[in-house]
């Protein structure tokens, strides 16, 4: 289903909990929503949704405008949050419910049944109650239900909340994969970056109620468009005085300039290490912590602290160790304006031509 | 010292509850079988028992219908506004905080054959007061309350989720109702049902001030025991009084039962 949202808006009380919200998304496209706590994802999956009605704005669905259409005539699928399974209905009565509501035949109904069980992986639970399910069973079920009626577009709102981190990375590909099988449009809301990094075609950043950003992964990861977003993606350092680092001195030329830094941009090591020692900071090693797969090192230069990773491969660090420090690119930002900067003195100042 | 304090709590309770049944039974069987039979059979005790039983069943169907529905309102309406509900779900308690002889004199007042209304009706055939129509109105005051607070709790226990996927689903609100929400309820309306009946079989204040206690008219089991007290006919009032208790008994089994059933 081709989906557009149009200056959509929503108080509670005095509460302005979505304001001016746009958006388009193609068919067949998997959305995440992403934003801290209480910037408005449920409410916007629920205005979709026809549960909570718009203050003002228009929703469309394949261009005609749906906002007066109840529900139950939207033909939309959705996950809640907490499942919401019909706790005295059998795992297969949860599944029929919807078909039956639909006055679907008996026959189909039960082919549809067997054919969402055999998908979600239930096979053999069919007579079981939600309380004999696990946690991760009971979300297939709720999947299956909401698939079941074929809707058009499937809202999930934190589908994988309740769900241990590996049966969660199983289950998202498994979601990935059936919904490119299906070619629904889907929006998931989700608190956890790399989950919408991982399966989102496209990420939206949503903050106190405003859409900050929506663009592929990449976009978001790479080209933020608002400091929130560039501070909110990522393990981002804030520095307020960004021409203290040696290649930034440019951006202190402006006025109020602010830098991010994330981990990935910034390399520590030894003298040895560096092939141009001349662009590297000098600072002094604050804490190491090791990850599993790499040591997490943070580094004090003068009053500014980073955070980066380094290989287990490379020589070990250690807290109070002088080290060098080579800051690559930072995100910079001021009133007016937002840009990504690349280190001005690795390229090399001085091209010697042989 | 337990099983002191133990024992102590059967023996009051035995006492309160089990021997004035058992006072009860014996003094209806004081003239032997014929003396209960002629008791309960005598045709000012058939009409009592038949006026109690139309009250119990037009009371507690009207208040299950209301009371439910009023619980859903109370609960699942967010369009009546907070204040609204607030005030409303006081008064829901009103009968637990008035006696219901004041209930009853309080109808008597509203509708009674003085009154604007009561005249008015009367004029049209209808009466209210010293009648059918009163009894039941002064019981539904007094049980009102009963299957409300059964079931306002659990309708916010199970919270609005499960109706709004089904509503997503397709399912409106009737469907919705029968079919995700009755099911999760009905347990605790079979117990607020229960309680109704047993309230409303005993109820005698809030009656007795509506209905005059008039003989073959108005009398119901309760203010005819009443009656036969004051008249000192004591097998008769021990043999209606006894079927009021058996009646009382049934329900309390039955009340267990739908408790159990409840708690799953
Ligand atoms: N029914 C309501 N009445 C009043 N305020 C509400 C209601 N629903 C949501 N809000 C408020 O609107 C804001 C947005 O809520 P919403 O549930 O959309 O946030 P969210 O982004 O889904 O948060 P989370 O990630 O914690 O689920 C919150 O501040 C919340 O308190
Ligand atoms: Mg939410």
């Known amino acids: ?354 | 010292m337990r099983k002191l304090w133990i024992s102590a709590t059967y023996v009051i309770f035995a006492l309160l509850l089990g021997a004035p049944i058992v006072r009860i039974a014996t003094g209806a069987w004081a003239d032997g079988w014929s003396g209960f039979a002629s008791g309960i059979t005598r045709p000012e005790a058939q009409h009592a028992l038949l006026m109690t039983g139309m009250i119990v069943v037009i009371v507690t169907v009207i208040n299950t219908l209301f009371g439910v529905m009023l619980a859903l309102y109370l609960v699942r309406a967010p369009w009546l506004g907070k204040q609204l509900r607030r005030v409303l779900n006081s008064i829901v308690d009103l009968p637990f905080a008035v006696s219901p002889v004041i209930g009853g004199l309080m109808i008597v007042l509203l509708l009674g054959p003085d009154t604007v209304i009561g005249s008015l009706l009367s004029r049209s055939g209808i009466d209210i007061v010293y009648a059918l129509p009163g009894m039941v109105i002064a019981t539904l005051f007094v049980t009102f309350p009963l299957i409300i607070r059964e079931v306002m709790p659990v309708l916010q226990e199970i919270g609005d989720q499960q109706e709004e996927a089904a509503q997503m689903l397709g399912a409106y609100p009737w469907t919705i109702f029968w079919r995700v929400t009755w099911p999760s309820i009905q347990w605790s309306v079979v117990y607020g049902v229960v309680l109704t009946v047993a309230r409303t079989l005993g109820e005698f204040g809030a009656v007795l001030v509506v209905s005059g206690n008039i003989l073959f008219r108005t009398q119901t089991a309760t203010t005819l025991v009443y009656q036969d007290v004051e008249n000192f006919n004591l097998t008769a009032a021990n043999a209606v009084a006894l079927v009021l208790a058996a009646g009382s008994v049934a329900l309390l089994l039955f009340m267990e039962w739908a408790k159990s059933r409840r708690a799953r």
Do not use: C
């Open chain 1, 1 to 354: 289903m081709h989906v557009e949202v149009r200056g959509l808006n929503k108080r509670f009380g005095e509460f302005q909990a979505v304001s001016n919200v746009e958006f388009t998304i193609g068919k067949g496209q998997l959305i995440g929503l992403l934003g801290p706590s209480g910037g408005g994802k449920t409410s916007i999956l629920r205005m979709l949704a026809g549960l909570e009605s718009p203050d003002s704005g228009d929703i469309l669905f394949h261009g005609r405008k749906v906002n007066g259409l109840p529900p139950q005539e939207r033909g939309i699928g959705f996950v809640f949050q907490n499942y919401a399974l019909f706790k005295h209905m059998t795992v297969a009565q949860n599944i029929a419910f919807g078909l039956e509501v639909k006055k679907w035949p008996k026959a189909k109904i039960k082919e549809r049944i067997a054919e969402l069980v055999e998908l979600t992986g239930l096979v053999g639970f069919e007579k079981r109650y939600p309380h004999q399910l696990s946690g991760g069973q009971r979300q297939r079920v709720a999947f299956a239900r909401a698939l079941a009626p074929e809707p058009q577009l499937l809202l999930l709102d934190e589908p994988f909340a309740a769900i241990d981190a590996k049966i969660r990375h199983e289950l998202r590909s498994w979601l990935r994969e059936m919904i490119d099988r299906l070619g629904i449009t889907s929006i998931f809301v989700t608190h956890d970056q790399d989950e919408a990094i991982e399966v989102a075609d496209q990420i939206m950043i949503i903050n106190k109620g405003r859409l900050e950003q929506k663009g592929t992964p990449r976009e978001i990861y790479q080209d933020p468009q608002t400091p929130f977003v560039a501070s909110f993606i990522g393990e981002s350092t804030l520095i307020e005085d960004i021409g203290q680092l040696r290649g930034f001195a440019d951006a202190a030329a402006l006025g109020g300039t602010k830098g991010l830094v994330r981990p990935e941009y910034v390399e520590v090591g030894r003298a040895n290490e560096f092939a141009l020692l001349s662009a590297t900071e000098t600072g002094t090693v604050s804490h190491i912590h090791f990850r599993g797969s790499e040591w997490l090192v943070e580094v004090k230069i003068g009053d500014i602290k980073l955070t980066t990773y380094r290989s287990l491969e490379k020589p070990a660090l250690h807290p109070g160790e002088e080290v060098h420090v080579l800051v690559h690119r930072a995100y910079l930002f001021n009133e007016t304006d937002s840009w990504v900067t690349e280190n001005r003195l690795k390229v090399d100042p001085l091209p010697v031509h042989i």
